[in-house]
């Protein structure tokens, strides 16, 4: 039988950086994740949901394309604001470049129980 394929998403606050380790490869893209007066949660997680289009109930419907929700309502998902990643800009989620968050998507949703996210 063939081998599961595991996928590591590491996340560095301190460095607003994404490592991705899978059977497709290893990247290495900025992120932002949250600004002053947010948290991003930090730890060990696993994708619960996977949205190719999720409207934020919070967040006045800003649209989150590309959404790999990790806890509670915090997801990697998709940004417009590329001026913004390697630097905290959200409201705590983890954004990545539409492109980034698209390849990331399609790597994820094909073994979502094979795949760990860790937040540090």
């Known amino acids: 039988t063939p081998a599961a394929a595991q996928t590591d998403i590491t996340i560095s606050k301190s460095h ?8 497709q490869g290893t990247y ?3 992120v932002s994740t949250a600004r002053r007066g ?13 949205q190719t ?3 934020s109930k919070k967040y006045d419907n800003a649209p989150m394309p590309n959404s790999i929700f990790f806890s509670g309502g915090y997801a990697i998902h998709a ?6 990643l390697g ?3 959200s409201h705590g ?3 990545l470049s539409p492109h980034n968050a698209s390849y990331l998507y399609n790597i994820v949703k ?3 129980g094979e795949t760990t996210i860790t937040i540090r």
């Open 16 to 23: 607003q950086l994404m490592q991705v380790d899978s059977d």
């Open 28 to 30: 290495q893209w900025p």
């Open 38 to 50: 947010y948290t991003t949660p930090t730890g060990t997680f696993h994708p619960y949901s996977l």
């Open 53 to 55: 289009m999720h409207y």
């Open 79 to 84: 940004t417009p604001h590329t001026g913004n």
């Open 87 to 89: 630097r905290p800009a």
């Open 93 to 95: 989620c983890v954004r």
């Open 110 to 112: 094909n073994h979502p």
